[in-house]
């Protein structure tokens, strides 16, 4: 009876909510209802002692790496003169410099900044370069965070059909020089980027070139160091920017920009104003990363033999993951219902992935993402396959609305 009674003070205590933010809850309440049954989209059951987990971004497997562990260790115990604050006050040769200088040397860029996050890096660098007179041509693909930074700019967005270099030359030819931006590696299909013919174009019509390497730095290109690098089009792009929650493993962001803009992007990107800087462990535990994936061919190569056995074998089955290349893998169920009946499934059977749906994709177009990782050993690739095999007549996924598309594209 008291805890009723608090229950009821509590919300007596809350006054009431806008009527608008009460339609869009009232709104809301069917999808969580009945496509989710009651709970959370993301929250399937507790994964055991025995699952293979596949719902986790850390690509070769860094997480507890010993020297990264002493690095963090270390900094805890003897970095202690550090203030709380915003990044634009730290001096030159602060140890968040020493990073940025060190990522940007490996990527083949002269400068860098460390952010918070991959959100914030690409908020709050498309927020600076980007402006109302500076149209933004987005792949439809494109990570949310990129379409956030282009409203922040109030530049006006073009978007153009997923990797298709054809039309975001049509649309530059239309609206004029601005800003192309594409991710590498698609963080939901793990579509490797046409990276190459999007450039041509945007030289041809005098674009700037924004990529997003979350998902290929550290996994591609010689050491680690990226698509661009790989591909030899680092001197040819002008922005570079990743998330460091991937292969990294950490909590933070990163891009790099011309050191030209360095005072005006301190001056003017609000996330790195307005939010206060990492701390000493993190950036310590960063750089010995750094170090780590350098070193890490074999966990790269290991990656990438996963990767091509996962795909041929879910694709022998009948799976229609054609959409994608690398080691994210989309099992695009469509609609939200069939998509968390699917992951009941693969849970049940100790394999654990992540459901994105909207907003983290287009409306049924709702999926389970397996992410591959270089730990995984052949038995756990083995179990996966034979999961996915048992799953097979309940899913059905050659029903699947991403299956029948394919089969209309291949007739046409």
């Known amino acids: 009876m008291e805890v009723l009674d608090k229950a009821a003070a509590l919300h007596a205590a809350n006054p009431p909510l806008g009527a608008n933010l009460q339609r869009r809850l009232a709104e809301f309440a069917p999808r969580f209802t009945h496509e989710w049954s009651g709970r959370f989209v993301t929250h399937g059951r507790p994964a055991g002692p025995d699952a293979v987990r596949l719902d986790g971004n850390d690509y070769l497997a860094v997480t507890g790496h010993p020297d990264i562990v002493q690095a963090q260790l270390h900094s805890l115990r003897h970095d202690h003169e550090f203030v709380i604050q915003s990044g634009v006050f730290h001096l030159d040769g602060h ?41 933004v041509y987005m792949d439809m693909l494109a990570h949310m965070s990129l379409w956030e930074g282009a409203r922040a700019s109030g530049a006006p967005v073009h978007p153009f059909r997923h990797n298709d270099p054809e039309h975001f030359a049509r649309m530059a030819a239309r609206h004029g020089p601005g800003l192309v931006v594409v991710d590498s590696v698609y963080s939901t299909t793990g579509a490797l980027c046409p990276l190459a013919d999007i450039v041509d174009a945007a030289e041809r019509y005098g674009c700037m070139v924004l990529v997003d390497e979350s998902h290929s730095l550290g996994t591609h290109g010689p050491a680690g160091a990226g698509l661009c690098v790989q591909l030899g089009l680092t001197h040819r792009v002008h922005f570079v920017t990743a998330s460091l929650a991937k292969a990294f493993a950490g909590r933070a962001g990163f891009f790099t920009a011309p050191p030209e803009l360095r005072n005006y992007l301190m001056c003017h990107s609000f996330p790195g104003i307005f939010s206060s800087a990492l701390l000493p462990h993190e950036i310590a535990g960063l750089a010995a990363t750094l170090e780590v994936i350098r070193h890490s061919d074999e966990a790269r190569a290991q990656l990438h033999a996963s990767t ?37 499934q693969l849970e049940a059977r100790g394999v654990f992935g992540a459901v994105f749906c909207a907003p983290a994709t287009s409306r049924n177009r ?30 059905r996924p050659w029903d699947w609305p991403i299956a029948r598309r394919g089969r209309g594209a291949a007739a046409a």
């Open 95 to 135: 140890p968040a410099g020493q990073l940025e200088a060190a990522i940007a040397g490996w990527i083949g860029k002269d400068d860098g900044y460390i952010c918070q996050s991959g959100y914030t890096a690409n908020l709050g660098l498309i927020q600076v370069v980007a402006d109302p007179q500076t149209p």
């Open 308 to 344: 091509r056995r996962l795909r041929r074998s879910l694709s022998d089955m009948g799976y229609p993951i054609h959409q994608g290349s690398e080691q994210i893998i989309a099992l695009e169920a469509g609609t939200e219902f069939d998509t968390l009946a699917l992951r009941d």
């Open 366 to 395: 709702a999926m389970v993402r397996l992410t591959l990782n270089a730990a995984l050993t052949q038995a756990e690739l083995a179990h996966v396959e034979a999961a996915a095999h048992d799953v097979l007549p309940l899913a």
